[in-house]
């Protein structure tokens, strides 16, 4: 498993070196997520068996924008879930700060309990809603904000804008079908492919 992550990064672009324990800790949280998934729901079954390429692969495609900015830069991810692309890229991105808000209490219970299994000093986690997380600490204070089937390209961007610094990235996940809009100036989009799908997905980013 370890030369399949370290190639797929490679493949991705990855500039940085992997060690061994990240690999460990991807590989621990594919066992994690399968592990509550059990009595929690919190991927679907089907996608059990594609766990990698659906899920935390997917989520690392952000890699290709955050790598690129500065060691010490914060990330807000809005409606984290069931931790992706969150974790993924906490594990891959030690240094840099990761905030989360999530609304429902259950789910943040898991992530907790994600962040202790994984040791993840550089995650903060707070539950509620993205509209009450905002305040004069948190308003345009993110160098990025990132989210992933959270709701539409325009509410999520409104929400994102809050919380980013004057040149700071909004990172987003799509399928085509927002792609009318996505296309579109200001926006900017990179498109990738899962190993067991033809349809084409997109990261997309929007400067503020």
Same mark, same amino acid.
């Given at each position: 498993m370890k030369q399949i992550i370290? /190639?797929?990064?490679?493949?991705? +672009?990855?500039?940085?070196?992997?060690? *061994?324990?990240?690999?460990? /800790?991807?590989?621990?949280l594919s066992d994690l997520t399968l592990k509550w998934n059990k009595k929690n729901n919190l991927i679907s079954k089907d996608n059990e068996k594609i766990i990698w390429e659906r899920h935390i692969?997917?989520?690392?495609? =952000?890699? /290709?924008?955050?790598q690129n900015g500065n060691n010490n830069d914060s990330i807000l991810d809005m409606g984290s879930g069931t931790g992706f692309p969150l974790i993924p890229l906490t594990i891959l991105f030690p !240094?840099?700060?990761?905030?989360?808000?999530?609304? %429902?209490?259950?789910r943040v219970r898991i992530l907790r309990q994600f /962040?202790?299994?994984? !040791?993840l000093k550089n995650l903060k986690l707070n539950i509620g809603k993205a509209e009450d997380y905002l305040s004069k600490l948190t308003a345009n204070s993110f160098d990025f904000v990132s989210s %992933? =089937?959270? +709701? !539409?390209? *325009?509410?999520?961007?409104? %929400? =994102? !804008?809050?919380?980013l610094k004057e040149g700071g990235k909004f990172i987003t996940f799509k399928s085509s079908s927002e792609k009318d809009i996505f296309n579109q100036t200001p926006w900017e989009s990179i498109q990738y492919n899962h190993l067991e799908d033809s349809e084409p997905y997109y990261l997309v980013t929007r400067e503020k």
């Open positions: 370290e /190639k797929k990064l490679e493949c991705m +672009g990855f500039k940085k070196t992997i060690h *061994n324990d990240q690999i460990e /800790k991807l590989i621990q692969f997917d989520s690392l495609e =952000a890699l /290709k924008i955050l !240094n840099l700060k990761f905030s989360s808000i999530e609304p %429902r209490e259950k /962040k202790r299994d994984l !040791n %992933r =089937a959270l +709701g !539409n390209l *325009n509410e999520d961007w409104q %929400r =994102a !804008n809050s919380f």
